[in-house]
């Protein structure tokens, strides 16, 4: 089955990845869905048009981080702007590690449905198959691995006053995060509808460490990122020293911005630790090196070659963007700043190209 399938990501949420089509399926993409329409510009047009826009934000202080454009895996476009450490002056380079938000979840979903093509798991088994000490036992029965996968489980958020108020160290496993949500009731019906859920993905992690033997963040190195060839991409620990991060920065914190307006570092806003649901970090070139994995048929057994997913990721002083593109083109845009620092240069992209947002 090595058919070119296309996974479309919704943003809702502030623009937090939503999957709407299952890769197990091989569902097509509408045709209004980032096709072609007649090219405004050529390649080198949009290249010269992207290098004036980010060099005009980066004056404005409106973006920092690293833009890359490709077609076909090959770099039309790569350049960093801004700062990784705005305290000591350090610039961000191409090669700087960038918070991905909730673009890991991509990586969760895909190593669900690997084990599903393995037949290590199906997508139509309950949460209490895998995990049957989960706390919420109405939730354990009824949601299964589909539901969380297409976020319509009645799961929520992990965002939650628990998150605010506990110590963030502790919480180094999908499993340590269950404290956080897995005592609340369901919002709603599983299946009755779609809600974006952080929770539901953190389970799905506990659900991969279940089905595969192994430690979630084993798992995605082995199965996803060795085999992509991505070596610059894991969710490393805050007190980790971890060369060539960059810090996030944020005026949208519960503190707002700092004296004068200017941006607070993030360090108390995110996790301590990268989860199933985000908060992981990686370059630009790894995010390629994906691309191109997913376009190849590199990380599934039966080879099926994946194209057209849109996925971003968006929290206080985080934004990143992946966008495969119609004709084989791919944006990635990874900033530490607030949203919609990344998803407006590919609002931008999409719109020289002329191709559907």
């Not at 980066?58 to 973006?63: H, L, R, T, W």
Request: net charge neutral.
């Amino acid at each position: 089955m090595n058919e070119i399938s296309r996974w479309v990501a919704a943003g809702i949420a502030g623009g937090l990845l939503v999957a709407a089509a299952g890769l197990a399926q091989e569902a097509k993409a509408p045709a209004t869905t980032r096709t072609a329409k007649t090219a405004k510009m050529s390649a080198a047009e949009v290249v010269a048009a992207l290098g004036k826009e980010m060099g005009a934000k980066a004056a404005a202080d409106e973006f920092s981080g690293v833009v890359l454009l490709a077609r076909d895996g090959k770099p039309l476009f790569r350049q960093a702007y801004g700062f990784a450490d705005l305290g000591l002056k350090v610039p961000n380079n191409p090669e700087t590690k960038f918070n991905l938000g909730s673009i890991n979840k991509v990586f969760t979903r895909i190593a669900v449905e690997q084990l599903a093509l393995a037949g290590k798991l199906s997508l139509d088994d309950t949460i209490g198959k895998w995990l049957p000490d989960y706390p919420n036992k109405d939730a354990a029965a009824r949601v299964t691995i589909l539901q969380l996968r297409d976020m319509r489980s009645g799961l929520g958020d992990i965002f939650t006053e628990e998150f605010e108020k506990g110590a963030k160290d502790r919480l180094l496993k999908p499993r340590d995060l269950f404290v956080l949500f897995a005592n609340k009731p369901l919002l709603f019906e599983p299946g009755s509808k779609q809600q974006y859920s952080n929770a539901g993905y953190v389970v799905l992690g506990a659900i991969v460490e279940a089905a595969s033997g192994q430690d979630y963040y084993e798992y995605v190195r082995e199965h996803i990122y060795k085999p992509a060839g991505m070596t610059s991409t894991d969710s490393w620990e805050l007190d980790v020293p971890v060369s060539n991060r960059a810090v996030g920065y944020t005026k949208e914190g519960p503190r707002g911005p700092a004296p004068g307006g200017a941006r607070r570092n993030n360090l108390f806003t995110t996790f301590f630790k990268g989860s199933p649901a985000g908060g992981g970090y990686s370059t630009v070139d790894d995010m390629l090196r994906f691309d191109t994995a997913l376009r190849s048929g590199t990380l599934f057994p039966d080879g099926r070659k994946i194209a057209g997913i849109g996925a971003a990721g968006g929290t206080e002083g985080c934004n990143a963007l992946l966008e495969q593109m119609d004709q084989g083109y791919t944006l990635i845009v990874l900033s530490n700043y607030d949203p919609p620092a990344a998803m407006d240069v590919g609002k931008a992209v999409r719109g020289w190209f002329g191709f559907g947002d």
